[in-house]
């Protein structure tokens, strides 16, 4: 880029630049000596004003600023997987990278082998296959025709070893290699959205028994400090069921994703048995790096889960924390000097959250697959507020809230997810699916749960005020199986083998036998048997097989659940 323009003030990560009248709003600038990469995010009279995505000290007036013509865009292709980056999808390689770099740098070429899967001469529309790159982690990637081109094959290359910047085909006399830029802030095209889409299936209870997300939804964990926020969003990354991981650390702390990564390198991914790092992406934007990276870093992961997806795919993005990311936002505007809302927050705050919500989605791809999106993220509200702004308005654009309880939290019960303040919007969806697939009972063990939880909750009150032993025998029943329900379905150990990643079939029997424990002490109870007995029959097998057998193990879970029930039938009265 020829130089264009001029610095003519420096506000931390905002600058004003002179002599750059032609460019557009969010066209990309590299500014000063060194390159500093940014946005142009107003244009005034003869003046326009930029954020820059890196440290400014040493940027002083005067110096050169060159705007292009296109917005912000990173460079997708292979070699992503597995890779360390920050916020604008550059690659991090040790710990001087970050801090102090300057510039926007590009991935450096990588060598892959290539199989084209089309002829010369053949006529091909956008998001149609091209070829196959062998997979990194067990992931064989696609290279499909981007968005805009389509036309006839004129040169197809042979198989075998290419490097990212070269051509694979040629398409009306365009070169198309293994990489395409893609701008962050616009959703990459697509056919339709999905009306019925498959569970996102996490193997923590909780979450799926009670509060289910569909693949190509959104959910958020809203929570104070120490409540546990980081290690359930590590757990989803671990176990969830996707195909690609986009890990977004944003503004949290250094030492937390450098756990996380070591992790990664070392857990086996069950479905490859290698690595889980190497079907993971890392995009590192922790407290120590420039805030403003922030800002671009949650559009740069789900433009990296789009492009994903486009290959039909299923990617989730977990991001820690949105919180952080509204930060950014609310310095940005308070350094240009936009009107504040709710607690400094800008006023467009809730349209933003909104359009980044909105790029979830099960879909029907330009080339007929179907691929997914599906967005966690974590709110850190001052003091676990969930009325606080980024957590009030989060709540209206998510699908499911699973909320965190400082007091469980406290008292070690993990995850610490409230069933009272969460919810969900896709149970309904999510039964239709389990009945689909020969569970159709789901929902009606779901309900049961709820309905038993919610009543324990109102009795729990009584209790304290007259005492346990003035409950009718039935109520005494409901706040023992509450009990029940709480260390069998609502708790799961993240450091047990058995019990880090709960399969369906498992889940399904633990839940039922915890029913059946029920129905069958209010059986006894009808007939006479003195509550007192009840509450001390020992349910303790149930209560380890969760741990002690493996974690797809639901015949083992039947076999404790019928020796329970036929000790429990022997004290009938």
């Known amino acids: 880029m020829d130089v264009n323009g001029r610095v003519v003030r420096v506000n931390g990560p905002v600058v004003h630049l002179s002599g750059v009248g032609s460019a557009a709003l969010f066209d990309y600038v590299e500014v000063g000596d060194e390159h500093i990469p940014g946005e142009i995010i107003a244009i005034e009279q003869d003046e326009v004003v930029a954020q820059l995505y890196e440290y400014t000290g040493g940027l002083r007036v005067g110096q050169p600023a060159w705007a292009g013509d296109h917005p912000l865009a990173v460079q ?3 070699g992503l997987l597995g890779g360390i980056f920050d916020g604008l999808l550059r690659p991090l390689t040790d710990a001087g990278d970050f801090i102090g770099r300057r510039g926007l740098d590009r991935p450096a070429d990588s060598v892959h082998e290539v199989e084209p899967v089309v002829t010369q001469g053949q006529q091909i529309a ?54 395409t830029d893609w701008p962050i802030r616009t959703p990459r095209p697509h056919r339709g959205r999905q009306r019925e889409p498959d569970p ?18 959104s959910a958020t964990v809203i929570g104070g400090f120490g409540e546990g926020k980081t290690v359930l969003l590590e757990q989803l990354a671990k176990w969830g069921d996707a195909d690609v991981v986009i890990y977004l650390g944003c503004g949290e702390r250094g030492n937390e994703l450098a756990d996380l990564i070591d992790e990664l390198s070392r857990l086996l991914d069950p479905r490859t048995q290698r690595p889980l ?26 433009t990296l889960a789009e492009y994903f997806r486009d290959m039909g795919m299923h990617a989730v993005i977990i991001a820690d924390s949105t919180s952080r990311w509204a930060e950014a936002q609310r310095e940005l505007a308070s350094r240009t000097g936009a009107i504040p809302a709710e607690q400094g927050y800008p006023a467009d705050l809730p349209s933003a959250l909104a359009e980044f919500y909105q790029r979830a989605g099960s879909v029907t791809t ?49 995850p610490a997810i409230s069933w009272r303040r969460s919810f969900s919007r896709d149970s309904a969806a999510v039964a239709r699916w389990h009945t689909a697939n020969g569970d159709p009972d789901w929902a009606t063990r779901r309900a049961r749960l709820q309905s038993v939880l919610s009543e324990a909750s109102r009795l729990q009150d009584t209790a304290e005020l007259v005492g346990l032993t003035a409950l009718p025998t039935e109520e005494r029943v409901t706040l023992m199986t509450a009990e029940l329900i709480s ?24 839940t039922q036998a915890v029913l059946d424990v029920h129905d069958q002490a209010l059986e006894l109870g009808r007939a006479g048997l003195p509550a007192s007995v009840l509450e001390e029959f020992d349910v303790g097998p149930l209560i380890r097989a969760k741990s002690e057998l493996g974690p797809g193990d639901a015949d083992g879970v039947l076999r404790v659940t019928s020796d329970l029930l036929d000790q429990m039938k022997e004290l009938a009265p």
């Open 76 to 78: 997708l292709g292979p």
């Open 126 to 179: 956008p998001g149609e296959v091209l070829a196959k790159v062998s997979g990194h982690g067990g992931v064989e990637q696609l290279i499909v025709a981007p968005p805009g081109l389509s036309g006839v094959i004129d040169r197809v290359e042979p198989a075998g070893s290419y490097r990212t910047s070269d051509p694979i085909v040629h398409v009306g006399g365009t070169p198309v290699t293994l990489t």
């Open 200 to 217: 996102f299936l996490t193997g923590q209870r909780v979450l799926d028994v009670l509060e289910p997300i569909a693949k190509g939804s």
């Open 277 to 302: 790092l190497e079907r993971t992406v890392i995009l590192a934007n922790t407290s120590n790096m420039p805030v403003m990276a922030r800002e671009a870093s949650i559009y740069s992961a789900v």
């Open 366 to 414: 330009l080339g007929g697959r179907i691929g997914t999106v599906t967005i966690v993220t974590s709110v850190s509200p001052p003091g676990g507020d969930a009325t606080e702004p980024v957590a009030a308005h989060t709540q209206r654009f998510v699908q499911a809230v699973w909320a965190l309880d400082r007091d469980l939290a406290y008292a070690r019960h993990y």
């Open 487 to 510: 260390d069998v379905i609502l708790q799961q150990s993240a450091l047990s083998d058995n019990d880090a990643f709960c399969e369906l079939p498992k889940q399904q029997a633990l």
